[in-house]
C-alpha cells in the first residue's frame, strides 16, 4: 500500500512554457534545469524541453553527467562551472559547456592546453548581484584571454539580475550600463535576462534567455493578476481525504 498522494507533471505544459519564452524574448533559449528541474524530474523534463530548446541548463556538474549518462545529447551548460582542475577536463570528457566566473576557472582552461579549444565557455560578468561573476572592468581582458586560447564557437557574456523579480524600486539601468559598458569593443553573444526579466523587462532581451521558474509555470513577479504571459502551472498535486 501507499500513500495515495501523486505528484502530476504536465510536459505539454512545460513546452508551452517555453515557447511562450521564446516568443516573448526571441533569440535562443538555455532552459534551466538545476535541482532536478525544481523539482518536476530531471531527465523527463530535459527530454521534453530538448525538443524546444536550444540548450539545457544545470547547476552542478553531477546534474550535467546525469543528463548525458541519460543520453542527452545536446547542448548542456554548467552555470556554477568548476572547483577544480580535474572537474574542468570531466567538463571537455563529456562535451559540456561551463560558465566561467573568476579566475582559478580561467587559469583551469588554460592548464587544459590544447583541449580548451574543445571547449565553449559563458562568461559570467557582476552587474550587481554580487554572487559570482568578474567585476565588469575585468571582462574585456578575460575575453581576450579565452580567444588567445582558441576556444570553441562564439563567446557568450552573461549576468544575472539581482533585482529581476521586482517591478519597482530598483530598475535595471544600472546593471544593463554595467554589462554594456563591459562589453564595449568586444565581439561576442550576450544572456541577461532569467524568468522575471523575460517576462516583464524586454529592454534587457540579448541572444540567449533563461528562462527557469517561468517553465513550470511560475510568475516570479507578484502582480496579483497571475501571468500575463499565460504561463501554466507543470505540476498538479492531488490526494484523497483520509476521514471527515
Not at 502582480?223 to 481525504?241: F, N, W
Request: include cysteine.
Amino acid at each position: 500500500m501507499t500513500r495515495p498522494t501523486v505528484f502530476h507533471i504536465h510536459l505539454d505544459r512545460l513546452v508551452s512554457n517555453c515557447q511562450k519564452a521564446r516568443q516573448l524574448h526571441g533569440g535562443k533559449i538555455m532552459a534551466v534545469l538545476k535541482a532536478n528541474a525544481y523539482g518536476h524530474g530531471d531527465l523527463e523534463c530535459a527530454r521534453a524541453l530538448s525538443k524546444v530548446a536550444d540548450g539545457l541548463a544545470v547547476a552542478t556538474l553531477e546534474e550535467a553527467v546525469r543528463l548525458r549518462d541519460a543520453g542527452l545529447q545536446g547542448r548542456i551548460l554548467l552555470l556554477e562551472g568548476v572547483f577544480e582542475q580535474a572537474e574542468m577536463k570531466e567538463v571537455v570528457g563529456h562535451g559540456l559547456m561551463t560558465v566561467i566566473h573568476h579566475r582559478d576557472q580561467l587559469a583551469f582552461m588554460r592548464a587544459l592546453g590544447p583541449l580548451a579549444e574543445s571547449l565553449t565557455v559563458w562568461v559570467k560578468v557582476d552587474t550587481g548581484m554580487h554572487r559570482l561573476g568578474f567585476d565588469p572592468d575585468e571582462v574585456g581582458d578575460v575575453v581576450r584571454q579565452l580567444e588567445s586560447m582558441g576556444h570553441a564557437g562564439r563567446l557568450t557574456v552573461m549576468t544575472h539580475f539581482a533585482h529581476a523579480d521586482q517591478l519597482e524600486g530598483h530598475g535595471l539601468e544600472d546593471p544593463l550600463r554595467r554589462f554594456h559598458s563591459a562589453l564595449r569593443g568586444l565581439h561576442v553573444d550576450t544572456s541577461l535576462c532569467n524568468s522575471g526579466a523575460i517576462l516583464h523587462h524586454p529592454k534587457a532581451y540579448g541572444d540567449w534567455a533563461r528562462p527557469g521558474l517561468m517553465l513550470y509555470g511560475v510568475d516570479p513577479v507578484d502582480t496579483g493578476k497571475g501571468s500575463s504571459a499565460g504561463l501554466e502551472p507543470v505540476m498538479r498535486l492531488t490526494s484523497r481525504v483520509l476521514w471527515i
